[in-house]
Structures are given as structure tokens and as C-alpha cells.
């Protein structure tokens, strides 16, 4: 993660020479006099501005916070409260009368090297649930589509906590991950949450409703059909989407039709017709179920007479269009909202409390001091909160309308939307969780346990190693809650490829290697492949082939018994 911002910092010192020259030289070829007087003042100008020592970069936010023993003393020590994590983005602890700690994050939203996204427990929507420690790491230098490119990568800097969830870790609501729609909002139903879009505006959904007309599939002769619902079970008569972020496989029976169709310009955004999400068919799997699920494909998964109707119309090969659409309400389910447009939204979650609406507070009423986790923004700062609750003497939690009032009066935030809470709530800098999580236990004499703990903050930096014992009174334990989803705030890393093979090269397993459905660790595996397989380089539609991701280079390479991506380091010319 260092070495990434101190690529960031050097690309800013970059196109800040870069700019000057070019507009040195578009004054010359204007015509305009940039004799030797101009040069001289210039060369003089540059000079003075380079005279300065550069600031040295700061320790990870990580170390820092190791070395100060506790995030009270770290905030403590900042000029002005708020202590910088990456250019753009700082963290601070208040303390007010409860007493309540309320951590808190703000990404400058002008920084254009700073973007949101989302990550979902374990990576899969059936059921998987994980530490938001764990997630920061998963989705930690993973690739993604910010920027509407393929192939950067992430450089997370906060994770925190996302939607309410079902046993055995299904999100409540909707969710958009890295531009894809992965997980439906519910019609008719409001807490339609937090939405980031590519060109960095934010706002807080309510009702959303799919107008049915807009959920289709284009045929290659310009024909349509409608397709009912997006990584969930399939049913009679109806065709459902699948994509990589419903689990390994679509978990469908034999007795349908799956289309595999290779996403090649884009994610499946949220596009309403007539603009689409454009992709080739590549397998057409007739009496088929449990189709794997590449991260750059979607599955068109359909039984009855919507299985004969893509049967009728699509041959391996064809270009296909997907485009869907959102329609937004007030919480009244009646009363639309045309200029909420969740055309190309990028991140997304479901909330629960619209606490904070254009700077008017919205009381649910009376609720409990809870622990809570929360999304505020203005027009200068996206806001992430977390309240600890549940500590008695070190802090009992706030009210929703308590959280309303220091997220409008303090933060001068405008909009703001509750998340998940409880046990629940986290938050974790540069790996780091700097919260004390609700789920805790008195350990006497102070052992550690057989799960990620998190030692009191005011105390000790670190746990003790697992199964050793530390000296003295009890101890407080706080454990770390998995959880189904979250939200985080990313430094855009650029794409970066090798040149180590090429498409159609033959190459060999110089070892045992996993073969994943995308490009990372991050990705399920597809299988495994012993020393001295074959195998091809194949195309990739969207030129990943050696992209950079989780610390290595990674190649699309079929080798007859299974295909995906192997990394670069266990493959050799064949």
C-alpha cells in the first residue's frame, strides 16, 4: 500500500509538469511571444519552487497508530483533530457527553485519485459472511472498473460495515459492486440506500421500483425479451442473470438452458434501454445447470418458454445487449423523484434510517443508544461513522436522532443514512480496526481466544498471540463480528500489464497452481493444474491478459481440463 501512494504523489507531480509545458507550448504555437525574458522568469520560477525540501511521506496510518498505542493519543496529536490517512482522506475520534466515541472518515470528493466501492462477505451473495478486517484485505489491491477501465486496481484505505443482513449472510437490500448490479433493490420497498455513480455524484435512494419494459435482453436482429431477476433463484418460465458475484457457479438444476455471454466493453451497469451493457455469447449449454461464473461473464439462466425463446434467437458468437433500469420514489412509493438517476451507479448499498435529508433531520422516533455504523456526505466530503455502544463508562452508543444532530451540527454533513449496527459495527484503516466492536467478553486471567480479537484501544495496540496468557487483572475482549457486506474508500491504482507471453502462446505449469475465475486471489477457484501442464494463452476481450493484481501479473490460459487465470510466476514458455 506505500508503494501505491507513492505512486499516487509522484503522478500528481507529474501532470503538474506536464500541464506547464503544454501550456508553454500551446502560448508558442498560438503565436504568442515567449522570448527570452518570459524563459529566464520561468526558469528563475521553477527553480525557486524546486529550492524546497519535499515533505516527507507519511508512516502507513497502521504504524502510526501502533507506535502512538491507542487512536485516542494519535488523534490527540493532530494539529487540528483530524489525522491524515492518504492525501484526501483523514480520520478523527470524538468524544461527547455520554459518554460516546464516534469515529469518524472523510474522502475529499474533489480528489480525483479517490473513489468509493463496495465488498461483499467472502465474495458471494448465497450466504457469505466475513470480517470487515477481512474484506478490506479481499478486495485490498483487487482490480476494478473505476473510471470506467477495466483493469486498475485498489488501493483501500477504509472499510466500514454495510447493510442489515439475513441468516446466512444475504444482504436485506440491494447492492452495486465495482458497476455491476449484483443484487436487486426489492420493488415497492424503501431503504434503497447510498449510491456513488462514475461521475462522483452521491445521493440517498428511497423506493425504487423496475419498470419490467426496461429489463432486457437485445437480440443481434434487435429484438428483445425480458429477463426477471438478477442473482437470485431461478423459476418456472423465466430467465435470471447470473454473475460472479452470486458465488462460484449458478447452483442451478439440469433441466433449463444457460447462455454464457462474455461481457467485453463494460460491467452490467445500470443502463436503461436504449443503452446496454454489450457482450458476445460464448456457450450455449442446453439441459445444463451449475455453470461457473467468470468475473467478466453473466449466465442467462432460463426454463420453459423463455429457454426455447433465447434458443431461437442466439447463436455462440452473437453480440447480446443487457440494459436495466431503476425508477426512484419517495419513501411513499407513490411520489417519484426524477432527478435521482441511478443510471451508471458504481457503489451502492441498502440503509435502514434516512436520517438526514438535505439538511433536514428526519426522526424515526424514539430508538435505543446503539452501536451504529453510517453514510453522511456534503458537496465537499463523503463521511463514514461508527459509534461504539455497549461499553459502559467508555461509551453507551446514541440514538438515531443523536446520530442525526452530530452528523448535521458537527460535520456539517447534508444527507446522511444509518447502516447496520450493533455488533456489527467497524471500522478498519489501512488493515487496522480503530473501533472497539460491541461483541465482547471479560477473559480472567486475560487469555486470547480461537477468534480475531481486538484488545481495548486505550490500552494495548494488539492482541496477545493466540492462546498466550498476559499477566495482571482481566482484560475487556472485543470480537470482531462477520458481517455480509461493507463500503470503502479506495485510492485509484492505474493498470498495469506484462509482456511476458501473448494470446495463442503455449505455456506450461512450472508448479502446482490454482486456476481462479478472474484475475486475483480475490476470485474463487475454477480448479487446479499439476507441473508440466500445457496450455494456451487465450483472448481476452478486454485486454487483461497480464494484468497486475494482488502482487502479481496474471494470465487467461486454458489447459484442455480447466480454464481461468494462473498467475504469472507459475507459467513458463512452451
Request: glycine share 10%; aromatic share 8%.
Amino acid at each position: 500500500m506505500v508503494d501505491g501512494r507513492l505512486r499516487f504523489m509522484l503522478a500528481t507531480a507529474l501532470i503538474f509538469v506536464m500541464t506547464a509545458l503544454s501550456g508553454l507550448g500551446a502560448l508558442a504555437d498560438a503565436g504568442v511571444d515567449v522570448g527570452l525574458p518570459e524563459l529566464t522568469e520561468l526558469t528563475a520560477l521553477v527553480q525557486l519552487t524546486e529550492t524546497p525540501e519535499p515533505e516527507p511521506l507519511l508512516p502507513p496510518f497502521s504504524e502510526r497508530l501502533a507506535a502512538a498505542g491507542s487512536v485516542l493519543a494519535l488523534v490527540a496529536a493532530a494539529p487540528d483533530g483530524w489525522v491524515p490517512v492518504v492525501p484526501g482522506v483523514d480520520y478523527s475520534l470524538f468524544q461527547v457527553a455520554g459518554p460516546v466515541r464516534i469515529h469518524v472518515a472523510r474522502m475529499a470528493r474533489a480528489n480525483q485519485a479517490l473513489f468509493l466501492e463496495t465488498s461483499i462477505g467472502d465474495g458471494r451473495l448465497t450466504g457469505g459472511v466475513e470480517r470487515m478486517s477481512n474484506q478490506f484485505a479481499r478486495y485490498d489491491q483487487a482490480i476494478n472498473y473505476w473510471g470506467s477501465t477495466w483493469g486498475n486496481t485498489s488501493d483501500v484505505v477504509v472499510a466500514i460495515n454495510g447493510s442489515f443482513w439475513d441468516h446466512p449472510g444475504i444482504p436485506q437490500r440491494g447492492m452495486v459492486q465495482s458497476g455491476w448490479y449484483a443484487k436487486r433493490f426489492s420493488n415497492n420497498q424503501s431503504g434503497s440506500g447510498f449510491v456513488w455513480k462514475l461521475d462522483r455524484t452521491a445521493f440517498i435512494g428511497e423506493c425504487i421500483t423496475h419498470t419490467p419494459s426496461k429489463q432486457i435482453i437485445t437480440y443481434p436482429d434487435g429484438g428483445t425479451v425480458q429477463f426477471q431477476g438478477i442473482n437470485t433463484a431461478r423459476g418456472a418460465d423465466q430467465i435470471i442473470i447470473y454473475t460472479a458475484h452470486f458465488d462460484d457457479a449458478t447452483g442451478t438444476s439440469d433441466d433449463g438452458v444457460e447462455i454464457v455471454v462474455e461481457l467485453t466493453d463494460r460491467p452490467m451497469l445500470i443502463l436503461p434501454p436504449p443503452s446496454m451493457a454489450v457482450g458476445t455469447v460464448r456457450q450455449i449449454r442446453e439441459g445444463a445447470g451449475d455453470s461457473r461464473l467468470y468475473f467478466d461473464q453473466i449466465v442467462l439462466s432460463a426454463t420453459g418458454d423463455k429457454a426455447d425463446d433465447l434458443l431461437a434467437n442466439l447463436e455462440v458468437g452473437d453480440p447480446i445487449g443487457i440494459s436495466n433500469s431503476l425508477t426512484n420514489f419517495k419513501s411513499d412509493c407513490s411520489t417519484p423523484v426524477p432527478s435521482l438517476d441511478w443510471t451508471k451507479a458504481y457503489a451502492s448499498l441498502g440503509g435502514s434510517y434516512y436520517f438526514l435529508e438535505n439538511g433536514s433531520i428526519k426522526s424515526p422516533g424514539v430508538t435505543p443508544h446503539n452501536p451504529l455504523t453510517a453514510i453522511a456526505f456534503n458537496s465537499e466530503y463523503i463521511f463514514f461513522i461508527v459509534v461504539d455502544g455497549r461499553d459502559p463508562g467508555i461509551s453507551i452508543g446514541m440514538t438515531i436522532d443523536q446520530l442525526a444532530v452530530f452528523v448535521k451540527n458537527t460535520l456539517g454533513a447534508t444527507y446522511g443514512i444509518n447502516q447496520d449496527g450493533g455488533g456489527s459495527s467497524t471500522m478498519v484503516i489501512d488493515g487496522a480496526i480503530v473501533n472497539n466492536p460491541s461483541d465482547q467478553f471479560t477473559a480472567d486471567p486475560c487469555y486470547s481466544v480461537y477468534l480475531p480479537v481486538v484488545t481495548h484501544r486505550d490500552f494495548e495496540a494488539a492482541a496477545p498471540a493466540e492462546g498466550s496468557q498476559v499477566p495482571g487483572s482481566p482484560c475487556k475482549v472485543y470480537v470482531e463480528r462477520p458481517v455480509a457486506n461493507g463500503i470503502m474508500m479506495v485510492v485509484q491504482q492505474p493498470k498495469t500489464l506484462s509482456t511476458m507471453f501473448f494470446e495463442g502462446a503455449g505455456v506450461i505449469a512450472l508448479e502446482q497452481a490454482t486456476v481462479r475465475l478472474g484475475p486475483g486471489s480475490n476470485y474463487a477457484s475454477a480448479g487446479s493444474v499439476s507441473a508440466g501442464t500445457p496450455g494456451i494463452v487465450l483472448d481476452h476481450g478486454a485486454e487483461l491478459n497480464g494484468v497486475y493484481a494482488k502482487e502479481n501479473h496474471w494470465w487467461l490460459v486454458d489447459f484442455g481440463s480447466v480454464k481461468g487465470w494462473v498467475v504469472e510466476t507459475r507459467l513458463g514458455g512452451n
